[in-house]
């Protein structure tokens, strides 16, 4: 069981990125999928969530409004598109699934996890 995530970069304030993790080794279309991020120094902290089964969507207060989490099941794969970034948005970014279709909200809820993808976002 793998999830690969990707699409983290370098970018000014205001920028946007698009992450997208994969999940390989076995289907995970009909899970819960959720998205972590952890800053240096700081706890893994909840940023965005997407149920398996309606597709209902939950977002950290920090990043509503500007964040978007989708999911393509056919790809078995997870999308955040990041818009108005600003330089408190730099972390390490996890992608997350579990074996429930409702999402969470805590990391200790999911079972599965990707390797993380670095976002800075310069001032």
């Known amino acids: 069981v793998q999830l690969q995530a990707c699409g983290g970069g370098l970018v000014q304030a205001g920028g946007s990125l698009r992450l997208f993790c994969v999940a390989s080794g076995r289907s995970f279309s009909s899970n819960a999928k959720g998205w972590f991020r952890q800053a240096p120094g700081k706890e893994r902290e909840f940023v965005a969530a997407i149920s398996g089964s309606s597709g209902s969507t939950y977002y950290a207060d920090s990043v509503k409004g500007r964040f978007t989490i989708s999911r393509d099941n056919a790809k078995d794969t997870v999308y955040l598109q990041m818009n108005s970034l600003k330089p408190e948005d730099t972390a390490v970014y996890y992608c997350?699934?579990?074996?429930?279709?409702?999402?969470?909200?805590?990391?200790?809820?999911?079972?599965?996890w990707g390797q993380g993808t670095l976002v800075t976002v310069s001032s």
């Open positions: 997350a699934t579990r074996s429930r279709r409702d999402y969470g909200t805590a990391p200790e809820e999911y079972d599965y």
